[in-house]
C-alpha cells in the first residue's frame, strides 16, 4: 500500500521531530517546511495527500496560507495547529473549509487520530463494514430459514433494507451482489410465506396477521387525530420501505420518527386495489358491491382506476370519525405541489389533510417508457439516488419543512411498492384479461399453477371479478407475466424495469412513519 503524504508546516517544525519520527513509524510520510511561503511552492510542485498548517507563524499567517493553498488545491484537507482557541480564529478557519483543527501542545496519538479520520476514514469504514455485514449475513440467512411470522418477516426486511443503504455508501459492488443474492433468496421464502398465510389474514380471529391497506385509517390515522392540532397525513405512490429510508435521512434535522412502524398492501398491490383500499377502508370486492358506479373493471386501461379518492375518504370519516375537518389533495407535478403550498395558511384550520404525491409511482412508470430515465435509475441504487434527489428539489420537502416550523405533526405512508423484474413467466389469455404483469385475472388464463400464486375463488382474497369463472393469479419475486403473443418482445422489453402488482417483500412491506417536529 502506497505511503500516504504529509506537509508539515511550523516555523518550530525542528521541536517536532520526535512527532515525525512517530508518524514515519507508522507508515506515514512526513515533509517539512518552516513558512507560509515554502509551504504554498511546495504544494505548486508536489502532490500531498493532507497538510499540517500552524496557525501562527512569522510572514504568512496560517488563515493567510490556508487562502492561497485552497486556491491550488481545494481538495485537499488541511489541519490547523494553534495555540488559540479562541472562537473567531476557529469560524476563520472553518469558513475557510479545514478539515480539522488541533490545540498545542499536541499529543502524538492525536495528531496520528487527525490523520487516520481524515485520510483512511472511508478505508476503515469499509473495512468494519465489511466485517460487520460478513457477520451479519450468517444471521439473516439464519432468520431466513426460520422466519414463520408476520414480526418474523418485518425484521428480515429492515435489516436488508438497512444493509443495502451502508453498502451503498461503499460503492462496493462484490459486497453488494452478495446482498442482492441474499435478498433473492429471502423474497423466495416469503412469497412460500405470504401464499401460505394471506387468505387467512383476510378473516377474523387470527392473531399473526399484519395491518393492511384497508385498516391503515381507522386503525393507524383516525385515532391520533387532535381536536386542536392539524396532522398531515402524507401518502407517496409507489415508495418502497428502502426509499423511504432514503428520504428519513434528509429529514434527520427537522422531525423526529416517533414510530416508524411497517403495514402489508394488500393483493394486488396495484394503484387501483391498494390505495382505493387505503381510502375506502374496505376491500376491493366491498367497494364493488357497494360502489360499483366507482369501480372500473380491471381490463379496462384507462386512467379513472383512481378519481374517486376523495369520496371514499368522505365515506370512510363518516363512519368512524364524522365530526372533523379534512381535505384531500393529489399532487401530480411541481406546479400542483407549489399550489399547495400556497394554499398552506388554509390547511392548518383543518383537523386531517390528506395528501397524495404522485410522483414516485411516475418515475417508475417512465423508467420503463424511456430509455434516459432507465439509464439514470438502471438498478435499485440508482433508483433510491434518483428518489432522493427528487424529494429534496420537491414542494413536498418545502411543506415538510415550512409545517415543521409550525410544530404540525405528520404521518407518511404508501400504497404499494416495486420491484425490478428479472424473469418472464408466459400465460395465455383472452382479450378480456388484465394487462399487468405482476398479476392477471381473467376467465381464461392458461400458465404453470407452480410459477404463480393463484386464487381459484376470488371472493376468498375479496376481489371483484368480472363472471363467475374468472380467477387472479400473482407474480412471485422477480418474475412477470407475459402473455403468449409476441412473447419475446415482450419480454425483452420488460426485463429489469420496476413493477408492482405481484408479492415480493418489496410491494408488499410498506413503511408507516409518525413524524414530531425536532423543535
Not at 478505508?123 to 451479519?136: A, C, I, M, P
Not at 442482492?180 to 421464502?189: L, R
Not at 393529489?330 to 386531517?352: I, P, T, Y
Not at 409550525?406 to 418472464?424: E, F
Request: hydrophobic share 35%.
Amino acid at each position: 500500500m502506497k505511503k500516504l503524504r504529509i506537509l508539515w508546516t511550523d516555523d518550530e517544525i525542528e521541536n517536532l521531530r520526535p512527532y515525525i519520527y512517530f508518524l514515519s513509524e507508522r507508515g506515514y510520510e512526513v515533509e517539512t517546511c518552516f513558512n507560509g511561503n515554502d509551504a504554498v511552492e511546495l504544494i505548486r510542485r508536489n502532490p500531498y495527500d493532507l497538510l499540517l498548517l500552524d496557525e501562527h507563524m512569522p510572514g504568512l499567517s496560517g488563515i493567510e496560507t490556508l487562502r492561497l493553498i485552497k486556491e491550488i488545491r481545494p481538495e485537499m484537507p488541511v489541519v490547523m495547529v494553534t495555540k488559540s482557541e479562541e472562537e473567531t480564529l476557529m469560524d476563520s478557519a472553518i469558513g475557510s473549509e479545514i478539515a480539522d483543527y488541533l490545540i498545542k501542545p499536541v499529543k502524538p496519538n492525536q495528531v496520528l487520530l487527525v490523520l487516520k479520520k481524515n485520510l483512511e476514514h472511508k478505508r476503515l469504514v469499509t473495512e468494519k463494514t465489511t466485517t460487520d455485514y460478513s457477520q451479519e449475513f450468517v444471521k439473516i440467512s439464519g432468520m431466513i430459514n426460520s422466519a414463520s411470522s408476520v414480526s418474523d418477516w418485518t425484521d428480515i426486511y429492515r435489516k436488508i433494507v438497512y444493509w443495502e443503504i451502508e453498502l451503498d455508501k461503499l460503492g462496493d459492488i462484490g459486497l453488494y451482489d452478495i446482498l442482492q443474492n441474499q435478498e433473492y433468496d429471502a423474497n423466495n421464502s416469503f412469497c412460500r410465506f405470504v401464499t401460505k398465510n394471506y387468505l387467512s389474514w383476510l378473516t377474523p380471529g387470527n392473531a399473526d396477521k399484519p395491518l393492511m391497506s384497508h385498516q391503515i385509517m381507522q386503525k393507524s390515522i383516525f385515532p391520533v387525530i387532535s381536536g386542536s392540532e392539524p396532522l398531515f397525513f402524507i401518502l407517496i405512490d409507489n415508495m418502497r420501505f428502502d426509499q423511504w429510508k432514503t428520504l428519513q435521512s434528509e429529514l434527520s434535522g427537522i422531525y423526529r420518527i416517533t414510530n416508524e412502524s411497517v403495514y402489508f398492501s394488500i393483493l394486488p398491490t396495484s394503484t387501483q386495489f391498494s390505495r382505493n383500499a387505503i381510502f375506502s377502508g374496505l376491500m376491493p370486492l366491498s367497494i364493488e358491491k357497494s360502489m360499483p358506479e366507482m369501480w372500473t373493471p380491471d381490463f379496462v386501461e384507462d386512467e379513472g382506476k383512481n378519481e374517486f379518492e376523495d369520496e371514499f375518504l368522505r365515506r370512510q370519516i363518516a363512519r368512524y370519525t364524522p365530526d372533523i375537518k379534512w381535505t384531500y389533495n393529489k399532487v401530480n407535478n411541481g406546479q400542483e405541489g407549489k399550489k399547495l403550498n400556497e394554499r398552506l395558511e388554509s390547511l392548518l384550520k383543518n383537523n386531517l389533510n390528506v395528501i397524495v404525491y404522485n410522483f414516485v409511482d411516475i418515475l417508475s412508470h417512465a423508467r420503463t417508457e424511456m430509455n434516459l430515465i432507465r439509464d439514470l435509475a438502471a438498478d435499485e441504487r440508482a433508483f433510491r439516488s434518483l428518489t432522493r434527489s427528487w424529494f429534496i428539489h420537491s414542494s413536498l420537502f418545502e411543506l415538510l419543512k415550512t409545517i415543521a416550523s409550525l410544530r404540525v405533526k405528520v404521518i407518511i405512508t404508501t400504497d404499494h411498492g416495486s420491484i425490478k423484474v428479472t424473469n418472464p413467466i408466459k400465460v395465455v389469455g383472452d382479450r378480456e384479461s388484465s394487462p399487468s404483469l405482476r398479476y392477471k385475472t381473467g376467465r381464461s388464463l392458461d400458465y404453470d399453477p407452480a410459477k404463480v400464486f393463484e386464487v381459484r375463488n376470488p371472493e376468498k382474497a375479496f376481489l371483484p371479478v368480472t363472471n363467475l369463472s374468472s380467477k387472479y393469479i400473482f407474480a412471485l419475486n422477480k418474475d412477470y407475466l407475459v402473455y403468449h403473443n409476441n412473447f419475446n418482445y415482450y419480454a425483452s422489453y420488460y426485463k429489469d424495469t420496476f413493477q408492482h402488482g405481484g408479492i415480493s417483500m418489496q410491494e408488499m412491506i410498506l413503511p408507516l412513519a409518525f413524524l414530531e417536529p425536532v423543535s
